[in-house]
């Protein structure tokens, strides 16, 4: 990694951050790295740290109801002369066609939300298949777990969690997100997790992945973005999320990745967190008096310049 980063900087490309998977050794690459290049932000992979806590949920607080319905799932797609075959039949005879059931890619931890919305969406025939065989003796115990309702209550309750964290990791996933777009991902799991009857051990989850973020720098970039900024005026006031504090800490990214000379930059950050600068884009004027922030040059606000950067 260092060897690209000289050859990067040798070519003369500016490099504002630096994203690595959150595996182990890419966790000490960054670790060494960062004291080196201390104008480089060295920041994880969020999408695949979000595949990482869904991993995280299912190991932990819904690990049984995970590997049975893991388990049913894989049986069935691997028994295609037979299960898959009497599930097909169920299937067409209650909805009047067959639908696919998804297995658990474990290295997509992703995959599980279709696993289990593959299985509750045919329910009821997978639970006629089970009662029509249930004497037979070569029903398999993968297969006996979905005539139990306390299987299918738990399934329920498990995809519904992990429903909101697929949908964070893919908006993750797409171009040019930002600071911004993790901490508002954040805050809609904790959110959730929150209002669950297991909110104890699941918030920890998420209160472990916070915790091991840049959170000055986080939170500055939700304050940027116009379309964040509105909520981020109705936080409670905090170390982070104070008015001074974002501030300073808006002073301290500027002066650590563009220049020492952050004059007007405080003063240009109280009035946008307070919402003294419009927030209307240029398309919005018809009379082309509004320049767009990446064109300006010399005279260019220094708290625009920092909000293209985050």
């Not at 299918?152 to 429903?163: C, F, G, N, P």
């Not at 109280?270 to 082309?288: L, M, N, V």
Request: aromatic content about 12%.
């Amino acid at each position: 990694m260092e060897g690209v980063i000289e050859e990067l900087l040798a070519s003369e490309w500016k490099i504002g951050a630096v994203v690595t998977d959150n595996a182990g050794q890419c966790g000490r690459a960054r670790r060494i790295l960062a004291p080196r290049y201390p104008n480089i932000a060295f920041l994880i992979c969020f999408a695949h740290d979000i595949n990482n806590l869904v991993k995280a949920v299912l190991k932990t607080v819904f690990k049984e109801i995970s590997e049975d319905a893991a388990g049913a799932a894989s049986f069935l797609n691997t028994s295609t002369s037979k299960w898959l075959v009497r599930a097909a039949k169920a299937m067409d005879r209650r909805y009047g066609d067959s639908l696919a059931i998804f297995t658990l890619c474990e290295t997509s931890w992703n995959s599980t939300q279709a696993c289990f919305a593959s299985l509750l969406r045919v329910r009821g025939a997978l639970e006629d298949m089970v009662f029509s065989y249930r004497n037979s003796s070569d029903l398999p115990n993968k297969l006996r777990v979905l005539g139990d309702v306390e299987f299918w209550s738990k399934l329920e309750a498990a995809e519904k969690i992990v429903r909101p964290l697929c949908k964070a990791s893919f908006r993750l996933q797409r171009d040019e997100n930002t600071v911004g777009d993790v901490v508002l991902s954040y805050m809609k799991i904790y959110s959730g997790f929150a209002s669950s009857e297991l909110s104890d051990n699941l918030t920890e989850l998420v209160k472990l992945r916070w915790n091991a973020c840049e959170q000055p720098l986080f939170m500055l970039g939700y304050f940027f973005p116009s379309e964040y900024v509105v909520k981020a005026r109705e936080l409670p006031s905090t170390v982070l999320t104070g008015l001074d504090d974002v501030c300073q800490f808006a002073q301290y990214y500027y002066r650590r990745f563009v220049s020492d000379d952050d004059s007007g930059l405080r003063g240009e950050m109280f009035k946008w967190i307070r919402g003294e600068y419009t927030t209307s884009r240029s398309a919005d004027f018809s009379d082309g008096s509004v320049v767009m922030f990446g064109s300006m040059k010399a005279s260019q606000s220094k708290t625009a310049y920092c909000h293209t950067l985050l």
